[in-house]
């Protein structure tokens, strides 16, 4: 998945470009955040997700991992 000998970038840079935005969700009415973003690495690796909650001016209410 991420080339261990590849030296021109660190690993951190390796791994965000394997980073997917998968599902989009906008919540306008009644919620605690206004939006969620979940990323992934894709199925083919892991069933987890990271998905970052916003407020509606952007504002990061929480990151979690969810499966």
Excluded: C, H, W
Aim: aromatic share 12%; charged share 25%; no cysteine.
């Amino acid at each position: 998945m991420i080339d261990a000998n590849d030296k021109t970038k660190s690993d951190e840079q390796k791994l965000f470009e394997k980073v997917k935005l998968i599902r989009v969700g906008i919540f306008p009415q009644d919620n605690p955040y206004y939006g969620v973003f979940d990323y992934s690495i894709g199925v083919n690796y892991t069933q987890y997700l990271i998905s970052i909650q916003v407020d509606k001016t952007g504002k990061i209410i929480d990151i979690t991992m969810e499966s």
